[in-house]
């Protein structure tokens, strides 16, 4: 598979780009990022333009960016006929939507927008899933590092759409009539699932998902180290993305 890489001079996308290098079956052959164009990953000179990756004949392009570039990206690779493997999060149902209908078509190409590559998250995700009937209560706890600005993270989002779909009606009604701190007791997402997020250097990117009934708990937990635990991930979407048909919203299907 001939990839490209958008947003290339980022963190992740640098680990993408190795990544890529490294994996036999696959071949970098483009990377894009405004905010990097002119500088070299991986020995590929990074470009400033979507054009690039039509240029070099991309089979797939990888796109770690931000939601406000991805909603013009993604529509734009379904046009010229490249796959799509994405990374980014804080789209809506109306980027859905459009992202639906791109990559709708019966001969592709197709698309997968996950919101956590590491295969340790996928499973985590469906974990709580599976738990999610059997308990009263249910509070999530989503740790990352000190420059990540959104909360909560888009792993955790998911999962608590996951956790919400999973069951019939909400959890048990927060008791929680004062805070002495206002958001000591997080945000409340769908089913009334409470969310945490935490911001501290040292962390990568990390959650527990911990539910609870009389006498009882179940604590779910996942930690990524290190950006490369999302990498086998990615590769795998890469190698498998023409056989997984129309837009998939998590990893699941590649597993």
């Known amino acids: 598979?001939?990839?490209?890489?958008?947003?290339?001079?980022?963190?992740?996308?640098?680990?993408?780009c190795a990544a890529v290098v490294a994996d036999p079956d696959l071949e970098l052959v483009a990377a894009a990022d405004p905010g990097g164009a002119g500088e070299t990953v991986e020995g590929i000179e990074v470009a400033g333009e979507l054009h690039s990756f039509a240029d070099a004949g991309c089979d797939v392009v990888v796109d770690f960016t931000v939601a406000a570039a991805a909603r013009d990206t993604l529509p734009w690779l379904a046009l010229h006929g490249m796959h799509a493997v994405v990374g980014t999060t804080g789209f809506n149902d109306d980027d859905f939507a459009l992202f639906e209908s791109s990559f709708g078509g019966d001969d592709g190409p197709n698309a997968v927008i996950a919101a956590n590559f590491a295969i340790s998250a996928v499973l985590m995700m469906r974990f709580a899933e599976m738990a999610a009937p059997h308990f009263d209560t249910a509070e999530i706890i989503e740790l990352h590092h000190d420059r990540k600005i959104d909360a909560p993270s888009g792993t955790a989002v998911t999962t608590t759409e996951r956790i919400a779909a999973a069951r019939d009606g909400n959890f048990a009604v927060d008791p929680t009539e004062h805070e002495v701190y206002p958001?000591?007791?997080?945000?409340?997402?769908?089913?009334?699932?409470?969310?945490?997020?935490?911001?501290?250097?040292?962390?990568?990117?990390?959650?527990?998902v911990i539910f609870g009934a009389t006498g009882q708990t179940l604590t779910i937990r996942q930690d990524s180290y290190d950006r490369e635990s999302f990498m086998p991930g990615v590769v795998l979407a890469c190698k498998q993305i023409a056989a997984v048909p129309g837009l998939a919203r998590s990893l699941d299907p590649f597993l």
């Open 1 to 16: 598979m001939r990839v490209g890489v958008n947003g290339a001079a980022g963190r992740m996308g640098r680990t993408v």
């Open 183 to 208: 958001g000591a007791r997080g945000g409340t997402g769908p089913a009334g699932v409470r969310v945490h997020s935490v911001r501290m250097r040292g962390m990568v990117a990390h959650q527990e």
